[in-house]
């Protein structure tokens, strides 16, 4: 069983476009990695963009309604809020900087709290449910180094920035093949 039937998310015909967004993240957290000078304000600005991506692609799957009817107003609701963000974090550069810690620390946060819980929820039903615990442990880790890294270096926190466009762009991918649906007989005939 997928864990996207057991959540909220559904199956989209769109998967392949988060696999792509996954995708593009890992070259970014590279390029961060192998280019520390380009500063703060580039890696704020790319956050913002990297929403307002993720949020469009959020959008396209709850269009795709019609056919998977499973929970569209989650992806809705995730779109306009994540494109929002997007936005509000690209008009104001200076507060992008401010809150750039604090939105990946609480965004990890929520997502490794929700992972654990997930994980004992499905290990039963689910055969590797362990994988979304250890993902929730990374991501717990990842938050408190994140509400840790103000107090230190700006390139301590450019370079946690790499990392977690690395690990979000691994993360998109394998979710991604989650959102596939399967091909029903009738499809096939089709």
């Not at 792509?20 to 990695?33: A, E, M, V």
């Not at 992806?75 to 401010?98: C, H, P, Q, Y």
């Not at 055969?127 to 717990?140: D, F, Q």
């Amino acid at each position: 069983m997928d864990i996207s039937i057991i959540n909220f998310w559904g199956k989209t015909k769109f998967w392949w476009v988060f696999m792509i967004i996954g995708i593009l993240f890992i070259p970014l957290g590279l390029w961060i990695i192998f280019s520390p000078a380009i500063g703060y304000e580039v890696v704020s600005m790319l956050l913002g963009w990297a929403l307002v991506a993720y949020g469009v692609v959020q959008l396209l799957i709850s269009s795709d309604a019609k056919r998977y009817r499973h929970n569209w107003g989650w992806w809705l609701a995730g779109g306009v809020l994540d494109i929002f963000i997007g936005f509000t974090l690209l008009s104001n550069i200076v507060l992008s900087e401010m809150v750039l810690p604090y939105f990946f620390a609480f965004v990890f946060l929520f997502k490794g709290v929700n992972n654990i819980v997930s994980s004992l929820t499905i290990r039963k039903i689910y055969t590797p449910w362990w994988l979304y615990m250890l993902n929730g442990i990374l991501m717990l880790l990842i938050s408190f180094m994140f509400f840790y890294v103000p107090y230190m270096s700006s390139y301590a926190v450019i370079f946690l920035s790499a990392m977690t466009f690395i690990y979000w762009g691994l993360s998109i991918i394998a979710f991604s093949f989650d959102l596939r649906p399967e091909k029903s007989l009738s499809d096939e005939q089709s």
